[in-house]
């Protein structure tokens, strides 16, 4: 019993001998079946030659999804990566700035408590602590504003007391020593360390020499 | 894998079945040289990004299928050369099929399919769609099987290649399986009309 649906291959192409051919065209015209098969076997050839097309296909549709998901990690990798990095070097940047900032507060703490401790005024023997210094030279009038712990007025008194000095033509009671002695005390007072350095070691009174250690020790922190 | 070496042992890997396949395949499609080139190709003829990948895909479908089919066929020119002339046909092919135009340069290049007589492809995206059912009830040793047969290798080299004792258990296979798939297109008469 021949089964003709296993030469429809050999039919369709042509490759079956006579006898076959005959019995084969005898069952086509019986069996309805076989002739539908016969009919749409270019069909299922033509679709298992594409399965060719398919198997590649699917092969780099897997490639490109493969990629795409390598891409997608790996910017999320680096973005996590990027963001660990940022909030390190955040990390540690704010760390130094609050240790220098408390490495600050703590210097000029002890600065502040040394000179506290330490720093002794001026003291002038001519003080005038009346309000009525208008008729009294730069100098007097700085010392006063000294007095009163009121240093930016001092000051601007002591650096007019200075222009005094330089000017030939007039007539003053003291000397650059005594002024810088006392322009030195200004700036010690405002924190100003190597302002008032200068100033004392231009000064020639007794006391600069004392000042100027004493800033010394407290530029030591 | 490079495009340099031995073009010989490219094609006999291609033609060695699935695993040799898949691995040229994924060696090819990971070769950004031949990507840049491939896309340079679209790009400088009218072509946008979205373009250069399909034809780069289907320059490769077609590459593959010509190897794998064309059992005897060797390649004299560069490998990369030859895959860069397919995918400039797949693109004037496309070009045409769009109508976005027509022009002599296209005329010119005519010749690129006759000489690297690529085999052209059955499907395009809408017939695969059609066929996504009958791909997901066949099975994959029917699939393995129909597609080598169809694509010319012999009942040995298919028993061989699909772990079949002989060539008849093989052959047997492939009846059956062909019988199934014929009974399915009996079923489903518009793909019938679909695909030829």
């Known amino acids: 019993m021949i089964d003709f649906y296993e030469h429809i291959d050999d039919y369709v192409e042509g490759k079956l001998d006579q006898s076959t051919l005959d019995l084969m ?67 540690a940047i704010l760390s130094l700035l609050l240790g220098y900032n408390y490495l600050s507060n703590q210097k000029t703490a002890n600065q502040n408590e040394l000179f506290a401790s330490l720093y002794t005024p001026p003291i002038d023997s001519q003080a005038v602590r009346s309000i009525m210094i208008e008729d009294k030279d730069a100098f007097s009038k700085g010392k006063h504003y000294f007095s009163l712990n009121d240093y930016s007025k001092a000051l601007v008194h002591f650096n007019e007391a200075e222009k005094e000095l330089s000017n030939a033509n007039t007539t003053v009671d003291y000397t650059k020593s005594e002024l810088f002695y006392w322009i030195g005390h200004v700036y010690i007072n405002n924190k100003e360390w190597a302002l008032a350095k200068k100033y004392f070691e231009k000064s020639q009174e007794k006391g600069s020499q004392e000042n100027i250690a004493l800033i010394e020790r407290i530029q030591e922190f | 894998m490079q495009l340099s070496k031995n073009t010989a042992e490219v094609l006999n890997k291609i033609r060695s079945g ?25 790009l400088k003829r009218g072509g946008n990004i979205n373009d250069a990948q399909s034809v780069f895909n289907l320059c490769l479908v077609q590459f593959f299928k010509t190897v794998t089919k064309n059992r005897s066929l060797t390649i004299d020119i560069n490998l990369e050369a030859y895959i860069i002339a397919i995918a400039k046909n797949v693109w004037f092919q496309e070009l045409r099929k769009n109508a976005k135009t027509m022009t002599t340069e296209i005329n010119d290049n005519l010749d690129v399919s006759e000489e690297n007589n690529s085999e052209s492809l059955l499907l395009n995206i809408e017939k695969m769609d059609l066929l996504s059912d009958l791909l997901s009830k066949l099975k994959r040793r029917c699939k393995d099987v129909l597609m080598y047969w169809a694509n010319g290798y012999s009942m040995e080299e298919i028993a061989q290649m699909c772990d079949y004792k002989s060539a008849m258990m093989a052959r047997k296979k492939k009846y059956q399986c062909m019988k199934e798939l014929i009974e399915y297109v009996s079923k489903n008469p518009h793909i019938r009309s679909a695909i030829s």
């Open chain 2, 18 to 42: 699935k695993v040799g396949r898949d691995e040229v395949i994924t060696s090819l499609y990971n070769d950004q040289n031949l990507k840049s080139k491939v896309y340079n190709q679209v």
């Open chain 1, 25 to 91: 065209n005898h069952a086509i015209a019986k069996d309805h079946n076989l002739k539908e098969a016969i009919t749409n076997y270019p069909t299922a050839k033509k679709i298992s030659e594409a399965l060719l097309e398919i198997d590649i296909l699917e092969k780099i549709k897997s490639l490109e999804d493969t990629n795409l998901n390598e891409t997608g990690t790996g910017s999320a990798q680096i973005n996590y990566k990027k963001g660990i990095a940022f909030l390190i070097v955040f990390i």
